[in-house]
């Protein structure tokens, strides 16, 4: 299968990219689940061959098939059951393992699926040596079931199962599947399930992961109308219907009859799979190639009439595979090879032995496919469990077969900011990485292109740096040579790696592809006579060989070296560099450079302009003009943003945002410092040290004067490894100080003065977050304690009687996201959001009762005590009767009404929004919320249209529109009629890149 990482990039693929599902972990895929895996496999292995005849019936998109499997036990095992896939039930349901998994991934096209368009296998009735056999489906998955021998199958012994079964064939949603007249046939027969020395290896049908298959000899006869072209795996035994396809492919073919049926017959030895495609309007091309060792392969290629492929260049790019893997892997065992261009869900490719479809014409995906003839198609691996050894090190071939190997990185140029390196430093950044070598369902959503098909691509780059081409091909031929037609697993392909090299290479098998996050510096670099001393740090926490490069004049010169906290001497050099090919992804690489004269020349030279990446050498300031920002009491505030942000970003960051208020004659703006600290362990991913500050005009109600506020704002933020891959936790604390400043006369002051609204807040919080595309949910928790200062010009003594803390609160609130289908084929849902807030402690004074109550309606600027939002109108409140007195703020949660609401203690409620029109973001709304009231209890309500865009479970605006509420809210409405009540919510924070960017990248 092929993942197109590098169109994450292109905003119209970008959808379909991060489209890439999240998968559930099923009961069902070791039965030793809970046990240590074996990592080697021993030489026993089973045989499993197929006799299969299937008929086609056009118009009900049925396949009436018949089956003989001949099933050897080569293991020292007695099997009392075989287990089987019938993965066309996958597409039988929304409770099928691939429905569950629709849900994640946003596939609403399946889970809307009428009746006609789902598939299924069903009319089975298994015999064994002639004998009945029970069989009955596994818990909780609809495409596995269990045959139960008569009889127990020993040790080298045979038997023969036969069943009849007919598959309904689906729509396309996925891999197998119809599409106008194109019939993608794969993943279609009860295949049963690879046992070895790690037991059944049995799983549900997904996108995110593929097949596991015993190898064995495959004799299958398909009968289906005469006009339809076919190509499939094996040798086709028809040679009227060989020369048919050569006159297609020069266009010299008669057509045929529609009505009447052939029967076309294919044979391989030595495959895992066999599926086939069928479409009357197929383009073909064929041709042959000469492998280096001598043999010709016939090539052919397939064209669906709505593809804009040409058939001759799918012809040339099957034969570069060929040719490539041949030489540098093992030759192609086979007679044939065959690439289908057309329609397909699943990826941009799928692989099954000899043949292949591709969604698109292009080399690199041709090149892909073709090449998963040897991983895994003859290497078969268990790519469910072990994806690196399937994708990850096709894909490593795949580009340098392609010319797209990574090259080396000069001083000065971008990373690799279309591939690998920009990817695994987003995934780094977001705090979302994962190891490269964990079982496939285990990936979040975009990682699973990212690590798989672009940082463990870069890895083996890397091993091959080290090793040195001629001795990578010696390991991998080895490889190939033991272990074709076989399972290998992780240990196998080390263990070989070592022997051929001589080399101990747990650093990159288990380390590297374990954990993955090295980063090497140079920390001090000094000439001394004719020799430099370079000290170098190893930030990681494990070692591994890192390439010393260093320049004199026009020469290079470079040593392999552990990694480690060490000064090496080198020969005297003007420039050294650590990991100079940029092969080894790092998490910084902005500290591998140093020269030994001149400034800056430990951090390279400075750059003051735009510049987004990271350079080789090179450290960027930017500075950029800030023209876009405006709030009521400044008026424009058009400045200066300076700036070390790069992308990836790096550990320490910095910003200044200075700009002047064209109507307050204020300078305002923000500042702040980051520090980012990467783990290297299971339970935690990143940690944030931060430290933000702003200053803006505002006008509090109390004193109705336009003053000058102050923020600092500093905490601590740590991000939990995950443990399920479409969930991120993550807790911490912060510290926000408010102040106002002195404001007589224009400019900027930092003289605090004593009044309304100056305070002190700790937090501390935990966070859930659930990115399931279609079922995205939040929950968040925190304790909050603060303490206020009273009136100007009160003493300190006076300011303090309010305790250390004047209120302590407990808040929570939750977001869920529940689809629904009953109104089309489009997104629609209810969407849920939970909340409470009540105080703990609190002084009973005048400024926790007007400020830092629990809100249970019209929630405005003024109750953002923490300065945490951005408001265009932080002072106006209702009753002021302009339009941003109708901003609501976002916080803990409130009823979507202007009527200010206040509770004593303590607040609950509940936000529903409803979506009532396909692909139109008019939603009905209903709230409601709980309070202890002043006198006493008191519940309020209010119903009407909401509009709102969502990202995620946040929304990025809301405009809503009362028309039905309680008694008690009409009352302190005034004379206002419901239409003069409308409101609004803009998320301003939800535009800042980073934030933006845990939202995409889930």
Known sequence: MHRLYTQFLEPARMKRFLSIIILTHLATGFAQTGTVLKINQSSWQQKVDHEISATLDVKAKILRCEQTIYYTNNSPDVLKSIPFHIWPNAFSSNKSA????????????????????????????????????????????????????????????????????????????????????????????????????????????LEQGEYFSEFGKYTVNLTLPENYIVGATGVLQEESEKEWLSELADNTAEKRNTEKYKTLHFVQENVSDFAWFADPDFSVAESSVQLPGGRKIHTCALVTSNSNATPKNVVEAIETALLYYSKRVGEYPYDYCTAVIGELKAAGGMEYPMITICGDGSEGTIIHEVGHNWFQGMLGSQERRYPWMDESINTFYQNMAEGKAPKEWESGAKIDQSGGYMLYRLAQDLGVFQSGNIHSEAYQSTNYGTIVYATNPLRFAYLQEYLGKKMMDSCMKMYFKLWH???????????????????????????????????????????????????????????????????????????????????????????????????????????????????????????????????????????????????????????????????????????????????????????????????????????????????????PDSINTQLQYGNVHFGFAVYAARKKPWVQHSFG?????????????????????????????????????GNKTLKPSEILGFFEAGNNFGPYPKSAMEQDSLGQFAFIKLSASGKWYLPYYFMGKSNNGLRIHAFASGFLTQKNTSQTQGLYQPVASGASGKYDYTYSEVLMGRSEAFGTGNFYSRQLVSGVGALRMLTPVVAKNWVAGLNLTSSIIPKIPIHIYGDVAFTDGFDNASTYWVGGINISQYLGSGSVFEVNLPIVYSSNLKSATGNLQWYELWNFKLNLNLYEPFTLAKIIYK
């Open 98 to 205: 691939y429905g569950n998994e629709a849900i994640i991934n946003g596939n609403n096209k399946f889970l809307s699926a009428t009746k006609e368009e789902r598939g299924s296998l069903d009319s089975l009735s298994f015999t064994v040596n002639g004998k009945p056999a029970n069989f009955a489906k596994y818990e909780g998955a609809e495409d596995i079931i269990e045959v139960v021998l008569p009889e127990p199958l020993q040790p080298g012994a045979s038997i023969s199962i036969h069943t009849p079964f007919k598959v309904k064939i689906p729509f396309l949603f996925s891999r197998m599947g119809y599409s106008g007249s194109l019939f993608s046939i794969t993943q279609w027969y009860p295949k049963p399930a690879v046992y070895d020395v790690n037991g059944w290896n049995t799983f549900s049908y």
């Open 733 to 769: 604390w912060d510290m926000s100080s408010n102040r106002i400043l002195e404001n007589k006369k224009p400019g900027f002051n930092m003289n605090f003065i004593g009044k309304d609204y100056q305070n002190d807040l700790l937090r501390f919080y935990w966070k859930r977050v």
């Open 485 to 699: 037609f076989k399972h290998p697993l992780p240990g196998d392909l080390q263990a070989t790696f070592e022997k051929v090299s001589g080399q101990n290479l747990n650093w990159f098998f288990g380390d590297l592809l374990g954990n993955g996050a090295p980063d090497v510096s140079i920390k001090s670099i000094k000439n001394t006579g004719t020799e430099t001393r370079v000290k170098i740090s190893n930030e990681g926490k494990y070692s591994l060989p890192i390439c010393v490069e260093w320049t004199n004049g026009k020469k290079k010169s470079n040593i392999w070296i552990p990694a480690a906290d060490t000064t090496i001497v080198l020969p005297k050099a003007e420039k050294v560099r650590l990991n100079p090919s940029g092969f080894l992804p790092e998490m910084n690489m902005a500290n591998n450079d140093a020269k030994t004269s001149g400034a800056f020349r430990k951090f390279g030279k400075l750059e003051f302009k735009v510049s987004p990446f990271y350079k080789r050498g090179i450290n960027n300031i930017t500075i950029l003009p800030n023209l876009f920002t405006f709030n009521k009491y400044d008026g424009y505030t058009p400045g200066i943003v300076v700036t070390n942000y790069t992308f990836p970003r790096r550990t320490f960051e910095w910003w200044i945002n200075s700009s002047y208020g064209l109507s307050s004659n204020k300078i305002v703006g923000s500042a702040g410092l980051r520090r980012n600290i990467y783990f290297n362990n299971k339970k935690l991913s990143k940690a944030e040290v931060f430290i933000n500050s702003r200053s803006y005009s505002f006008m």
